[in-house]
Nanobody, 114 residues
Framework: QVQLVESGGGLVQAGGSLRLSCAASGSILSIDVMGWYRQAPGKQRELVATVARGGSTRYADSVKGRFTISKDNAKVYLQMNSLKPENTAVYYC??????????WGQGTQVTVSS
């Protein structure tokens, strides 16, 4: 089992920045990939960015060049710059284990005002 605790969401004006953090605990040696997904009202949850155990990263096209994912041991971060109102969503920390299990954080609200 992996437990995830997120922090860093909030309200920011368009063009501003936020940094999300997620700390994993429990069976952290089983972690294969860490990342962030988001879900806006009325929409499906979608991938934002992931970072694999070896360090390779993957980004949604809509955030490339503005968001940066990084990790440090059992913590994963999402630096979000040049935020837009359409980035408003609940952001969820995600962990995929080597055994194929998925774990989710409780979600943190990011609101970008125009």
């Amino acid at each position: 089992q992996v437990q995830l605790v997120e922090s860093g969401g909030g309200l920011v004006q368009a063009g501003g920045s936020l940094r999300l953090s997620c700390a994993a605990s429990g069976s952290i040696l089983s972690i294969d990939v860490m990342g962030w997904y988001r879900q806006a009202p009325g929409k499906q949850r979608e991938l934002v960015a992931t970072v694999a155990r070896g360090g390779s990263t993957r980004y949604a096209d809509s955030v490339k060049g503005r968001f940066t994912i990084s990790k440090d041991n059992a913590k994963v971060y999402l630096q979000m710059n040049s935020l837009k109102p359409e980035n408003t969503a609940v952001y969820y920390c995600y962990v995929g284990s080597v055994g194929g299990r998925s774990y989710w954080g409780q979600g943190t609200q990011v609101t970008v005002s125009s």
